[in-house]
């Protein structure tokens, strides 16, 4: 049982312009959400995550955006770098729990 | 910052031998550690949780005789591979949790490739 989904393997976007990211979760006991950027062959990098008593974080380019009600949360990144190229992992975890559920992850590429 | 280290960032060994990896937190202590592992292409998958001092939680279906995990200290896990076989070959990281105003955030290591020959 996948219990946070993305849904696309894959997203192409020219530079400039914004990258969305979606992920999707099952389960109403994840209460803190993450995305990770993360490189073939490295460990991912932490971007930036959010409380679910929250319903947006913003760090630079990067904002996150958290839907309770439809389980439903997306990062946005602008303007999009070819730099940004790479897969971007959603991560929840509960306040009891202290492990991560991941994604599928999303690979990003970002075309100058 | 939140630095993690793994060593060594690749290792081949023969079949029936076992490796160590090892996991550092470098600027922070971390009272809990997580190994994953990733398949090509695959999400990552959680192995165990690694506390300091305490017995390591295993997830469902990793053979814990297989995997040892030892976290003596605040800045140290390691995971040993023993009796390997060619089946075990994969990448390994390891994250690290910061104490923090959430506690949430966890910190992971460069990972280790492994192949098993």
């Known amino acids: 049982d996948q219990q946070v989904k993305q849904n696309s393997p894959s997203l192409s976007v020219q530079e400039g312009r914004i990258s969305i990211l979606n992920c999707d979760y099952t389960n109403s006991m994840f209460d803190y959400f993450l995305w990770y950027k993360k490189y073939p062959a490295e460990g991912p990098t932490f971007l930036i995550s959010?409380?679910?008593?929250?319903d947006k974080n913003e760090d630079g380019r990067f904002t996150v955006f958290l839907n309770k009600s439809a389980k439903h949360l997306s990062l946005h990144i602008v303007p999009s770098q070819p730099g940004d190229s790479a897969v971007y992992f959603c991560?929840?975890?509960?306040?009891?729990?202290?492990?991560?559920?991941f994604g599928q992850g999303t690979i990003l590429t970002v075309h100058p | 910052g939140a630095v993690v280290s793994q060593h060594p960032s690749w290792v081949i060994c023969k079949s029936g031998t076992s490796v160590k990896i090892e996991c550092r937190s470098l600027d922070f202590q971390a009272t809990t550690m997580f190994w994953y592992r990733q398949f090509p292409k695959q999400s990552l998958m959680l192995m165990a949780t690694?506390?300091?001092?305490?017995?390591?939680?295993?997830e469902q279906g990793v053979e814990k005789d297989k995997f040892l995990i030892n976290h003596a200290s605040l800045t140290l896990s390691t995971l040993t591979v023993t009796s390997a076989h060619p089946e075990d070959s994969s990448f390994y990281i390891c994250?690290?949790?910061?104490?923090?105003?959430?506690?949430?955030?966890?910190?992971f290591g460069p990972g280790t490739r492994l192949t098993v020959t």
């Open positions: 959010i409380s679910s008593i929250k």
């Open positions: 690694s506390n300091e001092g305490s017995k390591a939680t295993y």
């Open positions: 994250s690290a949790r910061k104490q923090g105003p959430t506690g949430h955030e966890q910190y």
């Open positions: 991560a929840a975890t509960g306040t009891s729990y202290g492990k991560l559920t």
